[in-house]
C-alpha cells in the first residue's frame, strides 16, 4: 500500500511511524506489539482521512439542500449559520476525528479500550431522565454500529483474534477493537462536541458518515487483517460464527506467539479483563467442569471477567470472582485438629492476622473445646456503630480542623485492631467467632481501602480523609450484604466522585481548588456524626456534592475550552512561521546574499507569507506566487551577463516591485523602511545589470538575521542541546499520551494535558482550575521526566471503585496461584 504525504502527516500527528516491511513476528516483546499497533493505527487514519474528505463536500451539499427547502427565512438563516461553522471548523474536526480514533490503539495497548454507544445510559428506569437530545444521536450511533457489526462480522472476528495475541492472550470484542465501528462513531460524537450543531443536523451528518465512512469499513479491516497475515499472525483463521454449544472460552489453550504463524482457525482465547498482576495459568492447564470459569476449586485460579461487558455486569462478575478466590483461598489452609471445613466460624482474633490466608480454614472453639459464640450481623453492626462513635470523639475534631497534608490517615490494621477490641470486650468475647462470609466481607472492605490508600491517582490529603470512612462502609457492607453488588448504590457512587474530585482539584503540594478539600472533609465529618443505619444519609450527600461538582466542572470545562481555543489560534500561527521560515531558508542557505536581502525576506516578506498562508493555504494562487517572489529577488541580484537574462531582468523589474510594494502595504510594514529595503534591492539589481558581484552580509550580521527569524517563528533553541536517545525515546512515548493526562511535578503540583500540538509538538498544560499555566516541548517535558521532576499520574476513566475491585481480583489471583499445591498443577 502506497504511504501518501496525507498519510505521513496523519503519522506524525498520532506519533505514528511509516509501515515498514520486516520479517514475521518472532517474538511478542512489548516493541514488537507497539511496532504492529503502530502499523495499524497508520492504516486506519489513512483510509479514515481520504473519506473524511468526501464525508465534508457530501454534508455541505446536503446542508445546502436542506437550507433550500427551509420553510422560514429565520430557519434558513439558521441552518447557514452551522453550514458556516462547519466549514470554518471542518479542518479542526478531521483532525480531532482522526485523533480520538487513533487514541484507540493507544487505550487498547493500556487495556483501557471499551467504548459503548451510550445506550446503556436508556435502559431501566434511566429513562425517565432521557436528554431527548442525546438520546436522539445515542439511537443513530446505536443502529449504525450494531448494523456495521453483523455486516462486518466475519472480518472484526478475524481481526478480534489476531488483536487478543497482542492483548496477552485476553479476549478483544467489537467494543475493544480499536478498528471497530464503534470506535468511529463515537470518534465522530466527540469531535461534534466542539461544534454547536442542532441534533437535526446531527442525524443528517450520521446517515452520511453511514453511507461514505462506516458502511465502507470492509476495505480498511480488509487492510489491517491482511498486515497481520503477511505478519505470519494467525495467517489461517477460518471463521466460525458463535455458537452457544462453543466449549467454554475459558476452557481453550492459548497459543503462544512462537506458533501464531502455525495455529489454524478454530482459535478461540480466553476472555479479557484487566492485566493480570499474578501468573495466569499455563497453556494446556485443563479447567474442571462445575467451577467457575471452568476452573477447579482446588487450582484457585480464577479467569479474569470479561471486561468488554457492560460495567455493572463486569463490576458483578468481578465481585463473584473474588468471592471464588477469598473461598479458594481459606481452602489452602491446613485443617484444624478435629477437620472442620472451611466454612466453620472464625476466631475473632483473626481479623487482625488471619492465618494461612484471608480466610482460615480451621473452626472456631471455646477454651475446653465448647463450641464459639458466632456473633450475629445485628452484633457486628453494633460494634462497628460503637468503633464509629469513639471514632468521632477522637478524631472527629482533627478532622474539622484539618487543613490538607496535617492529617494523619487510619490504617487498615488499626480499624481491624479496634473491631477486635470491641468485640471482646463484651461478655464472652473472648470465646467469639466471626461467620465465614462475614470475615470476607471484613477482608473485602479492607481491601478496598487498602487500594485506596496505595492509589497514586488520590493525593495523600485526600486518601487521609476518605481512609476514615472505612467502619462507616463496613457498616454499610454488613446492613446491605448486596453492597458489592449494586454499582449504584449511593454510597459507592460518593466513593467514587469524592476519589474523582481529588484527583481533579487536590494536588499533592497542599493546594486545592474549589474549596473541595472542605467539601469532602464536610462529608467524612457528616458521616461520622449522623449515618447509624439509613443509608439515605449517602444519597443526600451523593446529591449535594454532585451537584456542586458539575457546576465546577462546567465553568472548568468552559475555561479550558478558551484558554485551549487561544492556545490553538497560537500554535497554528507558530507552524505557519515555522513553515515560512523552512521555505525561505531553503532558498537562501548556502547563497551569499547581501543585508537589504536577507532583512527583506526574512522580515516584512516572510510577514506577507504567513499572513497568505493563514488565510488562502498553500494550495493558493496567492501563496505560490508569492514564494515565486523569492526565487525572482534572489536570481534578480546575480551578475547578468547574457543580454537575454538582462533582457527578462528589465522586463520583470516593476511588476516585481509592485508585488513587493503591495505586500508591505497589506502587513502594514513601515513605509520608510520598506521604501529603503526597495531602493537598496534597485541598487543590488542595477549592480547585476553591470555583471558585477554584490558584497555578502557579514557572518555575524547573518547570523544574527537568521536567529531572529527562527526565534519570532517560535523554533526551540532546544535544538542547540542534542537530544540523547533515552530523551527521543521518551518523546515518542509523550506522543501517546490521550489529552487530559495529569502529570505530577516536583512539590506534588498536578497540571493537565489539555491539549497538545502533534506537529510542534508543543504541550498546553493546565491547572486544576483549567487555567493555562506553561507550553511546555516535549523535549522538556521528556528530561523532566528523566530527572524525576514530573511524573505521569497513572489515571483511568474507570471509577474508583471498579480499579479497587479489578486490584484486589488481581492480588487475590496471584496469591491464589501461589498458595495452589504443586500437584494441582501437574
Request: aromatic fraction near 8%; hydrophobic fraction near 35%.
Amino acid at each position: 500500500m502506497e504511504v501518501t504525504d496525507k498519510t505521513r502527516n496523519n503519522m506524525s500527528k498520532l506519533g505514528t511511524p511509516e509501515p515498514a516491511s520486516s520479517p514475521a513476528v518472532g517474538g511478542l516483546t512489548d516493541e514488537v506489539i507497539i511496532e504492529h499497533l503502530k502499523a495499524c493505527q497508520a492504516l486506519v487514519v489513512e483510509h479514515a482521512g481520504e473519506r473524511f474528505t468526501a464525508f465534508a463536500k457530501e454534508l455541505d451539499g446536503e446542508m445546502t439542500e436542506f437550507a433550500e427547502q427551509a420553510k422560514t427565512n429565520q430557519e434558513q438563516a439558521e441552518i447557514a449559520e452551522e453550514q458556516r461553522l462547519l466549514r470554518q471548523q471542518f479542518t479542526e474536526l478531521e483532525r480531532y476525528f482522526l485523533g480520538y480514533l487513533g487514541e484507540g490503539f493507544v487505550k487498547f495497548k493500556r487495556q483501557e479500550l471499551d467504548t459503548s454507544t451510550g445506550e446503556e445510559k436508556y435502559q431501566g428506569d434511566m429513562l425517565s431522565l432521557v436528554d431527548n437530545e442525546d438520546l436522539e444521536e445515542t439511537i443513530a450511533i446505536s443502529s449504525i454500529t450494531h448494523r456495521a457489526e453483523n455486516q462486518f462480522a466475519e472480518l472484526l472476528w478475524a481481526l478480534n483474534q489476531r488483536l487478543a495475541l497482542l492483548n496477552g492472550g485476553q479476549k478483544v470484542g467489537d467494543r475493544g477493537n480499536p478498528a471497530g465501528p464503534v470506535q468511529y462513531c463515537e470518534s465522530l460524537r466527540k469531535s461534534f462536541q466542539r461544534v454547536a450543531l442542532t441534533t437535526k443536523t446531527k442525524i443528517i451528518a450520521y446517515k452520511i458518515f453511514d453511507q461514505l465512512m462506516v458502511s465502507q469499513l470492509a476495505d480498511i479491516l480488509d487492510d489491517v487483517n491482511h498486515y497481520f497475515v503477511g505478519k505470519g499472525v494467525l495467517p489461517n483463521l477460518h471463521y466460525r460464527p458463535a455458537s452457544h454449544e462453543a466449549p467454554p472460552v475459558a476452557d481453550v489453550e492459548e497459543v503462544p506467539y512462537e506458533q501464531w504463524s502455525e495455529a489454524e482457525g478454530e482459535v478461540e482465547l480466553p476472555s479479557m479483563g484487566s492485566a493480570p498482576q499474578g501468573p495466569a495459568r499455563q497453556p494446556g492447564q485443563p479447567g474442571q467442569p462445575g467451577q467457575p470459569g471452568g476452573q477447579s476449586a482446588a487450582s484457585g485460579y480464577v479467569p479474569s471477567p470479561d471486561a468488554t461487558l457492560p460495567t455493572e455486569q463486569y463490576q458483578g462478575r468481578l465481585v463473584d470472582a473474588i468471592r471464588t478466590l477469598q473461598s479458594h483461598i481459606g481452602g489452602f489452609a491446613q485443617p484444624a485438629p478435629g477437620g472442620s471445613d472451611s466454612g466453620a466460624p472464625v476466631p475473632v482474633g483473626n481479623i487482625v492476622a488471619p492465618p494461612a490466608g484471608y480466610a482460615p480454614a480451621g473452626g472456631a472453639a471455646a477454651p475446653g473445646g465448647r463450641p464459639a459464640m458466632v456473633y450475629t450481623n445485628n452484633q457486628l453492626v453494633g460494634a462497628l456503630q460503637n468503633l464509629q462513635v469513639q471514632a468521632q470523639s477522637v478524631t472527629g475534631q482533627q478532622i474539622a480542623e484539618a487543613q490538607p497534608g496535617s492529617l494523619a490517615p487510619q490504617t487498615v490494621s488499626g480499624v481491624s485492631s479496634q473491631l477486635v477490641e470491641q468485640l471482646q470486650g463484651d461478655e464472652d468475647g473472648e470465646d467469639g467467632a466471626v461467620d465465614p462470609s462475614d470475615m470476607h466481607t471484613i477482608d473485602l472492605v479492607g481491601m478496598l481501602f487498602e487500594y485506596m490508600l496505595s492509589d497514586d491517582n488520590l493525593p495523600d490529603s485526600i486518601k487521609a480523609l476518605l481512609s476514615y470512612l472505612h467502619t462507616p462502609f463496613l457498616k454499610i457492607a454488613f446492613i446491605d450484604k448486596d453492597f458489592f453488588e449494586q454499582t449504584e448504590h449511593p454510597a459507592r457512587l460518593l466513593l467514587n466522585n469524592m476519589a474523582e474530585a481529588g484527583v481533579k482539584w487536590v494536588s499533592n503540594d497542599g493546594t486545592c481548588q474549589y474549596d473541595i478539600y472542605d467539601k469532602i472533609k464536610t462529608i467524612v465529618s457528616r458521616v461520622l456524626e449522623e449515618f447509624k443505619n439509613d443509608v439515605r444519609l449517602f444519597a443526600e450527600l451523593l446529591l449535594e456534592f454532585s451537584g456542586y461538582t458539575k457546576k465546577i466542572s462546567r465553568r472548568q470545562e468552559l475555561m479550558e475550552r478558551r484558554a485551549m481555543e487561544k492556545v490553538q489560534g497560537e500554535e497554528k500561527l507558530r507552524e505557519v512561521k515555522i513553515r515560512v521560515n523552512e521555505e525561505v531558508r531553503a532558498r537562501t542557505d548556502g547563497k551569499e546574499l547581501p543585508s537589504a536581502v536577507l532583512l527583506m525576506l526574512l522580515q516584512p516578506w516572510s510577514d506577507y507569507l504567513a499572513f497568505l498562508l493563514l488565510r488562502y493555504g498553500e494550495e493558493s494562487d496567492s501563496w505560490t506566487r508569492a514564494i515565486q517572489v523569492i526565487d525572482d529577488v534572489l536570481w534578480s541580484i546575480e551578475p547578468k551577463e547574457k543580454n537575454a537574462d538582462k533582457t527578462r531582468q528589465l522586463e520583470m523589474h516593476d511588476s516585481l516591485l509592485d508585488v513587493l510594494e503591495t505586500g508591505f502595504e497589506t502587513i502594514g510594514y513601515d513605509q520608510a523602511k520598506g521604501k529603503k529595503l526597495l531602493e537598496a534591492l534597485f541598487s543590488l539589481q542595477k549592480m547585476a545589470l553591470q555583471s558585477k558581484q554584490v558584497d555578502p552580509a557579514p557572518e555575524p550580521m547573518r547570523t544574527k538575521l537568521e536567529a531572529m527569524a527562527a526565534k519570532k517563528a517560535g523554533q526551540s533553541d532546544e535544538s542547540e542541546e542534542k537530544a540523547t536517545p533515552e530523551e527521543l525515546r521518551m518523546v515518542e512515548n509523550l506522543k501517546m499520551i490521550e489529552f487530559g493526562t495529569w502529570f505530577e511535578f516536583e512539590g506534588g503540583k498536578r497540571l493537565k494535558v489539555a491539549w497538545y500540538n502533534s506537529k510542534t509538538l508543543h504541550y498546553m498544560l493546565v491547572d486544576q482550575m483549567g487555567k493555562k499555566v506553561a507550553m511546555k516541548s516535549g523535549l522538556e517535558l521528556a528530561r523532566s521526566m528523566l530527572a524525576h521532576k514530573a511524573k505521569v499520574i497513572a489515571g483511568s476513566s474507570k471509577p474508583f471503585f471498579e480499579r479497587a475491585l479489578e486490584n484486589i481480583f488481581q492480588s487475590l489471583n496471584a496469591k491464589a496461584e501461589e498458595m495452589t499445591p504443586e500437584g494441582d498443577n501437574d
